[in-house]
């Protein structure tokens, strides 16, 4: 890598047969700011920096000045952030109603501390992820984790079903609309609890983690077949239901036996799986719906990555221009794209760019746009 100071001479011309006229001035080039130092190349390299390398700003600060001898203030990175989070707005958005379009998304959140003014400390707020499976990811910034944090992330007239973990504030935002939504429970947050208390019961525990191997294990055949949302459902009917009412009534017994305590491993996990049994089952008449919400879970994970090396957000306000940056980036990495080379083309192509054609600027319609200009140029050479 290395930096470039780009001149921009603009000839100043006058008319001979009236010099009284004032001169003509070649007008500057579109840019997202005017008198901005940081061209669309040093942007992409600070957003990719941060939120896909997980380098803060204070490091990056300190890689420019060591390495390439440019003195760059962090806090004028974090004012290119800012702006570079205005311009992505209308793609994020764009994004946004994509996913929530499909009738079927997965949801989660993850907390994430942010500098308070005038507390002197950290408060705790929260990144809502949500995405649809084999397609795009966006996540929402809010300052606490309620049920009222869901009415700004999904929108009123959506119908369908949301997968989730079994967080209160879901089924509390589901009850407000009646049965538009349906809920999905995850049955590796179930598993989970039954692989936490193999050691306080391993017969018991291993008889249900075997059982919930068996779904998964077609779940696997469906995914290496690579099965659309028919052949799902057909195969789930005729082969994952009895697994589902095997484990139902071997959760029953052990519940009547009351063997474990409540309070026990295993009573917590025989009391999970039991409250939250009929979600478990609604993947089994949906083809469309996962058997668990590990995906969207994978997509938090970069951001669990970087808050370990930048700790907090710097006040409540930059926590959605994160969120925006998060969203380009985890979805150039669900579609394969150079996140560097896609933020270097749109940032230059954003100050040309309409309200109607924004959208042809998401990293899905950037990457069809990049086949067909590799397709062309085959073309071309082998002509």
Not at 202 to 207: D, E, K, L, S
Not at 281 to 298: A, K, M, P, Q, S
């Amino acid at each position: 890598a290395k930096f470039l100071r780009r001149r921009l001479i603009r000839n100043k011309y006058v008319s001979r047969k009236d010099l009284d006229l004032a001169p003509v001035v070649a007008p500057l080039p579109p840019s997202l700011q005017e008198r901005c130092l940081a061209a669309p190349g040093l942007l992409a390299a600070i957003i990719v920096g941060k939120y896909c390398d997980h380098l803060p700003l204070y490091r990056q600060e300190s890689i420019f000045q060591n390495r390439h001898g440019v003195n760059l203030p962090r806090q004028s990175m974090a004012r290119y952030m800012g702006l570079c989070s205005d311009w992505l707005r209308p793609i994020y958005d764009a994004i946004a109603r994509k996913i929530l379009s499909g009738g079927y998304v997965q949801v989660d959140e993850t907390p994430v501390s942010y500098l308070s003014p005038g507390h002197g400390q950290t408060k705790l707020g929260y990144l809502w992820t949500t995405c649809r499976p084999r397609g795009d990811v966006f996540f929402r910034w809010e300052i606490s984790r309620g049920a009222s944090c869901l009415k700004n992330i999904i929108p009123v007239d959506f119908t369908g079903t949301i997968q989730c973990d079994a967080y209160a504030a879901y089924p509390c935002f589901v009850r407000e609309h009646d049965e538009a939504i349906i809920l999905a429970g995850c049955w590796a947050h179930a598993r989970r609890k039954f692989y936490e208390a193999k050691d306080q019961a391993p017969r018991q525990a291993g008889f249900i983690l075997r059982q919930i191997a068996h779904l998964y294990r077609v779940e696997e055949g469906l995914r290496k077949a690579k099965a659309g949302p028919s052949l799902r459902e057909a195969v789930r009917s005729s082969q994952s239901v009895m697994i589902y009412r095997r484990i139902e009534r071997a959760l029953a017994h052990l519940k009547k036996a009351g063997r474990y305590l409540p309070r026990s491993s295993m009573g917590k996990a025989i009391d999970y799986a039991l409250s939250n049994f009929p979600l478990l089952g609604v993947y089994l008449g949906d083809g469309r719906v996962e058997i668990d919400n590990n995906l969207v879970e994978n997509s938090i994970r970069p951001t669990a990555l970087g808050k370990k090396n930048w700790l907090f957000f710097g006040d409540a306000e930059a926590g959605q221009r994160s969120a925006i940056l998060y969203t380009i980036i985890e979805s150039c990495r669900r579609r394969g794209i150079n996140p560097y080379e896609y933020l270097r083309d749109v940032l230059t192509r954003l100050p040309h760019a309409t309200n109607w054609n924004v959208g042809e600027l998401t990293p899905e319609n950037w990457a069809k746009e990049q086949k067909a200009k590799e397709a062309q140029k085959a073309v071309l050479l082998a002509a």
